[in-house]
């Protein structure tokens, strides 16, 4: 299990979180033909079907621990079974603009969690960046053309203030799923690595969602569904349960936990982008200048510190 260098880990995590962002911008027919939980039960039986190999235990890896088991569980109820659960129905009972905003928050939850739990101590560039990132992924949900005519309306009767909070309240929720993902991941990768960590995931999630898929699929017309349909579910599945995991993971086992949630930004550029180049959407100017804020946190995060240069430039003359 050897660990990345610092230049590869950035480059997975990049990746990670790019691909994270397309395919929720091409996944979009899927929501509209397969119930959400039936998508996930069917996402992980597939990624399950092609990480096989993946599960059998490398021969320089220790066995399982108790405590290793519980954070596998752990991982995959919090960062995709709560998670999926809180941001659906916490967006159903808001608005778009709300689960942006409060997603926003994201690496801030990392870099604390990060401190909290894995006792990691947090750069002051690294909170800088931080704070960039939550104020350009803010910046983009709130400078949504589509959103932004509705700011100013009343909710209606689906999202009134007595359900409201409550809605909000389960996008704090996914926000601290989210953080404690990373923050679990990055511990899992000191024993594990990246594929076996993903292979093991994707199980529990396989479980986790089998009673719904099920229950979904007892009345669910399968012949209904175009092959366009299942094509993108089969690149879904594969994204989402086996390439970004692993990609993130790979990144994690060399990178802090604060600095890794920085990238989370990556998701909603991307998103976008792919909005604009392949369905035809468009940006405002509001929104480039988000994203501008949001790429410099990552450069922020990820550029070398001058003590590292000074031990580079040591290596070099030495």
Same mark, same amino acid.
């Given at each position: 299990m050897n660990t990345p260098n610092r230049p590869f880990a950035y480059l997975?995590?990049? /990746?990670?979180?790019? $691909?994270?962002?397309?395919y929720v911008a091409l996944s979009k027919p899927l929501a509209a033909v397969l119930p959400v939980f039936l998508l996930a039960w069917m996402r992980f039986g597939i990624g399950g079907v092609a990480m096989l190999h993946w599960l059998k235990k490398p021969a320089d890896e220790p066995p399982l621990t108790p405590?290793? #088991?519980?954070?596998?569980?752990?991982?995959?109820? $919090?960062? =995709?079974? /709560?998670? +999926?659960?809180? !941001?659906?129905? %916490?967006?159903? /009972? +808001?608005?778009?603009?709300?689960? %942006?905003?409060t997603m926003a928050a994201i690496p801030a939850a990392v870099a604390l969690m990060g401190w909290a739990f894995l006792r990691e101590r947090v750069a002051p560039r690294t909170w800088l960046a931080v704070v960039c990132a939550v104020a350009g992924i803010a910046l983009?949900?709130?400078?949504?053309?589509? &959103? *932004?005519?509705? !700011?100013? &309306?009343? @909710?209606?009767?689906? =999202?009134s203030p007595n359900t409201a909070w409550l809605g909000q309240l389960l996008l704090i929720g996914a926000v601290v799923c989210e953080a404690a993902y990373t923050v679990i991941g990055k511990k899992l990768t000191g024993s594990l690595g990246p594929k076996r960590i993903t292979s093991l995931i994707n199980l529990w999630g396989f479980v986790l969602t089998t009673p719904f898929g099920l229950y979904l699929a007892l009345d669910f017309d399968f012949a209904a569904v175009g092959w366009g349909t299942w094509a993108l579910l089969l690149f879904y599945a594969l994204a989402a349960c086996m390439w970004t995991v692993w990609l993130w993971m790979t990144g994690l086992k060399a990178v802090p936990a604060a600095q890794g949630g920085v990238f989370s930004v990556l998701l909603p550029v991307s998103a976008a982008l792919?909005?604009?180049?392949?369905?035809?959407? *468009?940006?405002?100017?509001?929104?480039?200048?988000a994203f501008a804020i949001a790429l410099a946190s990552v450069i922020m @995060? +990820?550029?070398?510190?001058?003590?590292? /240069? #000074?031990?580079? #430039?040591?290596? #070099? +003359?030495?």
């Amino acid at each position: 299990m050897n660990t990345p260098n610092r230049p590869f880990a950035y480059l997975c995590l990049a /990746l990670s979180m790019s $691909l994270v962002g397309s395919y929720v911008a091409l996944s979009k027919p899927l929501a509209a033909v397969l119930p959400v939980f039936l998508l996930a039960w069917m996402r992980f039986g597939i990624g399950g079907v092609a990480m096989l190999h993946w599960l059998k235990k490398p021969a320089d890896e220790p066995p399982l621990t108790p405590q290793t #088991r519980r954070l596998l569980f752990l991982e995959s109820f $919090l960062g =995709n079974f /709560l998670f +999926t659960i809180c !941001m659906i129905c %916490g967006v159903s /009972l +808001t608005d778009a603009v709300s689960a %942006g905003v409060t997603m926003a928050a994201i690496p801030a939850a990392v870099a604390l969690m990060g401190w909290a739990f894995l006792r990691e101590r947090v750069a002051p560039r690294t909170w800088l960046a931080v704070v960039c990132a939550v104020a350009g992924i803010a910046l983009f949900a709130l400078s949504k053309p589509e &959103q *932004s005519s509705h !700011m100013g &309306q009343v @909710a209606d009767a689906k =999202n009134s203030p007595n359900t409201a909070w409550l809605g909000q309240l389960l996008l704090i929720g996914a926000v601290v799923c989210e953080a404690a993902y990373t923050v679990i991941g990055k511990k899992l990768t000191g024993s594990l690595g990246p594929k076996r960590i993903t292979s093991l995931i994707n199980l529990w999630g396989f479980v986790l969602t089998t009673p719904f898929g099920l229950y979904l699929a007892l009345d669910f017309d399968f012949a209904a569904v175009g092959w366009g349909t299942w094509a993108l579910l089969l690149f879904y599945a594969l994204a989402a349960c086996m390439w970004t995991v692993w990609l993130w993971m790979t990144g994690l086992k060399a990178v802090p936990a604060a600095q890794g949630g920085v990238f989370s930004v990556l998701l909603p550029v991307s998103a976008a982008l792919v909005g604009v180049l392949v369905l035809g959407e *468009s940006l405002t100017g509001m929104q480039w200048f988000a994203f501008a804020i949001a790429l410099a946190s990552v450069i922020m @995060a +990820t550029l070398p510190s001058r003590a590292a /240069l #000074r031990v580079g #430039r040591g290596d #070099r +003359t030495g």
